[in-house]
T-cell receptor, first 115, second 111 residues
Framework: DAGVIQSPRHEVTEMGQEVTLRCKPI?????LFWYRQTMMRGLELLIY????????DSGMPEDRFSAKMPNASFSTLKIQPSEPRDSAVYFC?????????????FGNGTRLTVT | GDSVTQMEGPVTLSEEAFLTINCTYT??????LFWYVQYPGEGLQLLLK?????DKGSNKGFEATYRKETTSFHLEKGSVQVSDSAVYFC??????????FGAGTILRVKS
């Protein structure tokens, strides 16, 4: 079990550029979550998918953010155009089933810095 | 809506001291409760969980008891080590599948 894999680990970009973050969930997990972590706001759920279908994107901050899951083994979170206030650590997590007892398995995150 | 409140940190302790990190929650239904730990530069890892009232979750010397009457899930450890230094998150999950996190509590253990 390789765990949830995120890339890149660090991303530095200039304001206005497009940023794409990538996630490979654990094989067999039906749920995938994208979180953002900042000092000011803590952990925020941005969006989550069930069987590749977006279920709740109410946490996506604005239209500049978009997420896709084209297949069961890959998801992207895109920011276009990026702004300095998007600087944060972005985590992807996956979960095997719908039960409330099921914990999430997190990747190591992508630290995004927008200058 | 659902929410989780944790004691503010940082909590600074000497090695072998007793640890308590308070956590209370608000939920509309009957959630499962979790403690996650985040070590520097890493993602969150499940530390322990409890799924019904009076359940005690335990792992690596940490314990927490699901108290429905006080809506609490306090984390305790009898003797902390320097390696326990991390950020600890209390969380709940209801049927809607959203995992709701507290703000996190930084623990620093000095040798």
């Amino acid at each position: 079990d390789a765990g949830v894999i995120q890339s890149p680990r660090h991303e530095v970009t200039e304001m206005g550029q497009e940023v794409t973050l990538r996630c490979k969930p654990i094989s067999g997990h039906d749920y995938l979550f994208w979180y953002r972590q900042t000092m000011m706001r803590g952990l925020e759920l941005l969006i989550y998918f069930n069987n590749n279908v977006p279920i709740d994107d109410s946490g996506m901050p604005e239209d500049r953010f978009s997420a896709k899951m084209p297949n069961a083994s890959f998801s992207t979170l895109k920011i276009q155009p990026s702004e300095p206030r998007d600087s944060a650590v972005y985590f992807c997590a996956s979960s095997p089933w719908t039960g409330v007892n099921s914990p999430l398995h997190f990747g190591n995150g992508t630290r995004l810095t927008v200058t | 809506g659902d929410s989780v409140t944790q004691m503010e940190g940082p909590v600074t302790l000497s090695e072998e001291a007793f640890l308590t990190i308070n956590c209370t929650y608000t939920a509309t239904g009957y959630p499962s409760l979790f403690w996650y730990v985040q070590y520097p530069g890493e993602g969150l890892q499940l530390l322990l969980k409890a799924t019904k009232a009076d359940d005690k979750g335990s792992n690596k010397g940490f314990e927490a008891t699901y108290r429905k009457e006080t809506t609490s899930f306090h984390l305790e450890k009898g003797s902390v080590q320097v390696s326990d230094s991390a950020v600890y998150f209390c969380a709940l999950r209801e049927y809607g599948n959203k995992l709701v996190f507290g703000a996190g509590t930084i623990l620093r253990v000095k040798s």
